[in-house]
């Protein structure tokens, strides 16, 4: 029974859409060396603006998830947001290039 019942629950919380700030940076092969300060500056506050946004909107997800999880027993927030694993890949990417774009900026010494 116990075996079980800790199947279910790791297929449930499988399922849970992974908190913002759980997500890893992937790394990117884009490298930045050519751009001027000021254009490095403009990148990073155009990346930091998206990512801003899909981390508010994976946040929501994955605590949705964590009280259906607690009061249903099941996700609820990623079986309503198709788009959550998508989003999941696009934190990680831009979470990459914030990466490389500062490390541009440290090697520019901006």
């Not at 759980?22 to 884009?30: G, L, N, Q, R």
């Not at 506050?45 to 259906?68: K, M």
Request: proline content about 4%; some cysteine; aromatic content about 4%.
């Amino acid at each position: 029974m116990k075996i079980a019942m800790t199947v279910a629950a790791g297929i449930f919380l499988s399922a849970c859409a992974t908190p913002p700030n759980e997500i890893k940076a992937v790394p990117t092969t884009t490298t930045y060396g050519g751009l001027s300060c000021s254009e490095l500056s403009g990148k990073a506050i155009q990346t930091n603006s998206t990512l801003g946004d899909l981390t508010a909107a994976q946040g929501r997800t994955a605590s949705n998830d964590a009280y259906g999880v607690l009061w249903l027993g099941l996700p609820v927030g990623s079986m309503g947001d198709k788009d959550a694993k998508q989003r999941e890949t696009e934190i990680a990417r831009l979470k990459g290039e914030l990466d490389a774009i500062q490390k541009a900026r440290v090697a520019g010494k901006c």
